[in-house]
C-alpha cells in the first residue's frame, strides 16, 4: 500500500533492509543523492547496488561499507576523475571486498527493460569485438531462431528496490518527471518495491500530454525532499552544483579524509536538509 512517509527515514526503514538489491537511477539528472545518504545512516549492508553510472552517492555508499556487490556500466566522478573509493573497494579491498557485474549502458537498459516486462533475458546487439564476455558470465550470446543471427544476452534485472528522485507527485501518490528520465520508469515496473523523493507534492500534477508519470499503484513510498538530488540537478527547481563533484575528488581520495568527511556531514547529520545546511555554512 502506498504512504507518504512522515519521512524519508521511516520509507528506508521500512522497505531497505541488509542484503537487498537496490538500484537508485537517475542519468546526470535526479539522481537520489538524499535517499542514499539515509540508507548510510541507517548502516544498511551487504547491498547489491544497481546503476548504470555509479558516481558520488555510490562511492559513498562503497566507503562506508553499504555495498558486497555491483551491478554497472560505467563508474566515475563525472567530468572529474575516478572514484577513489571504489577503486579501493575493487582494487584492494577497503573497507571490504566488492563483486563487480560490469555489462553496457545498452544491456543495463534492456536489462531493466526485461525486467519490468517479466521475461528472464534481456536480448541486445553488443559486446561485439569487446572483452567484456570473458569476464562476465551474464553476457553470453544466442543464435536468433527467425534470422540466424549471432545476439547478445543477458539476464533481467528485478531490484527488491527501486529509489528515484522525481519533481512533483500529487497526493494520490502519482509522479512526475521531466527532462532526461533515463531508466527510471523502467526501474520502478521491475522492482518488487518502491521509494520515490520528490522535490513538491501538489494537489494536482498539471501533466503535459506523453510526459513521463508514474502510477501510484507501482510506488510504496513519497517522500517530499526538497533538493533530494543535489549536487545533481532536478531541471525546473536547481542546477547542478560543479563545485561539490570537485570538492569529492579531495574529500574521498584518502581513507582518513573520506571517513572523516562522512562522519561530519552524513553520519553527523540528522537528514538531508541538515547535511545540505552544513555544507552551505
Known amino acids: 500500500m502506498l504512504t507518504f512517509s512522515t519521512s524519508l527515514a521511516e520509507a528506508i526503514r521500512q522497505h531497505v533492509s541488509d542484503g537487498d538489491c537496490v538500484a537508485l537511477e537517475g542519468f546526470t539528472h535526479l539522481i537520489p543523492f538524499a535517499a542514499g545518504h539515509e540508507i548510510i545512516r541507517q548502516r544498511r549492508q551487504n547491498l547489491t547496488l544497481v546503476r548504470l553510472t555509479p558516481d558520488l552517492i555510490y562511492d559513498q555508499l562503497i566507503g562506508m561499507g553499504c555495498a558486497k556487490k555491483l551491478v554497472f556500466s560505467w563508474g566515475g566522478n563525472p567530468g572529474v576523475g575516478s572514484l577513489h573509493r571504489f577503486r579501493d573497494a575493487v582494487e584492494k579491498g577497503w573497507p571490504g571486498p566488492l563483486e563487480i557485474d560490469e555489462r553496457s549502458h545498452a544491456a543495463m537498459s534492456v536489462a531493466y527493460v526485461a525486467g519490468a516486462a517479466g521475461v528472464p533475458m534481456a536480448v541486445l546487439r553488443g559486446f561485439v569485438g569487446s572483452d567484456l564476455p570473458n569476464h562476465n558470465a551474464n553476457i553470453r550470446f544466442i543464435q536468433c531462431p527467425f534470422t540466424g543471427e549471432n545476439l547478445a544476452v543477458t539476464p533481467a534485472i528485478n531490484p ?49 500530454p506523453n510526459a513521463c508519470v508514474l502510477p501510484a499503484w507501482a510506488i510504496d513510498a513519497v517522500c517530499e525532499v526538497s533538493g533530494g538530488a543535489f549536487p545533481s540537478y532536478a531541471d525546473g527547481y536547481y542546477e547542478r552544483d560543479n563545485a561539490a563533484y570537485i570538492a569529492w575528488d579531495a574529500a574521498s581520495k584518502s581513507r582518513e579524509q573520506f571517513t572523516e568527511w562522512m562522519a561530519k556531514h552524513v553520519l553527523g547529520t540528522e537528514n538531508f536538509s541538515e547535511f545540505r545546511h552544513l555544507l552551505a555554512s
Open 160 to 208: 527488491d528496490i527501486a529509489i528515484i528522485h522525481a519533481q512533483k507527485a500529487d497526493r494520490q501518490g502519482n509522479v512526475l518527471l521531466w527532462s532526461i528520465v533515463g531508466v527510471q520508469k523502467e526501474i520502478v515496473l521491475a522492482a518488487t518495491r518502491c521509494i520515490v523523493t520528490v522535490e513538491e507534492i501538489v494537489d494536482e500534477l498539471d501533466a503535459p
